[in-house]
């Protein structure tokens, strides 16, 4: 089973900036498609960004522009830096990795931002 661990939550004021961590158990370095999602409370939860083993990356429209994804594969990382936050972020963001070449997800505990007005 791959273990996935966010990090780098917490409370931020409007227009502040986040890095969240994400380390995973395994190597993603091959295989793997590596994503955040986030779910407000009340919401349903919504892919943020994604990120393929050839760092080709995919954002939701509401975070265009603001949030970058990356992976550092040496250290088993994916990342997700977000800046001019918003109260609307405040949300539990979640880890996920796809194994596509066996079709299994996986998913972190999670880690809450709070962007306060």
């Known amino acids: 089973q791959v273990q996935l661990v966010e990090s780098g939550g917490g409370l931020v004021q409007a227009g502040g900036s986040l890095r969240l961590s994400c380390s995973a158990s395994?190597?993603?370095?091959?295989?793997?498609?590596m994503a955040w999602h986030r779910q407000a409370s009340g919401k349903q939860r919504e892919l943020v960004a994604s990120?393929?083993?050839?760092?080709?990356?995919n954002y939701a429209d509401s975070v265009k522009g603001r949030f970058t994804i990356s992976r550092d594969n040496a250290k088993n990382s994916v990342y997700l830096q977000m800046n001019s936050l918003r109260p609307e972020d405040t949300a539990v963001y979640s880890c996920?990795?796809?194994?596509?070449?066996?079709?299994?997800?996986?998913w972190g505990k999670g880690t809450l931002v709070t962007v306060s007005s």
């Open positions: 996920y990795a796809f194994n596509v070449h066996l079709g299994r997800s996986y």
């Open positions: 990120i393929t083993f050839s760092r080709t990356t």
């Open positions: 395994t190597s993603i370095r091959s295989g793997y498609t």
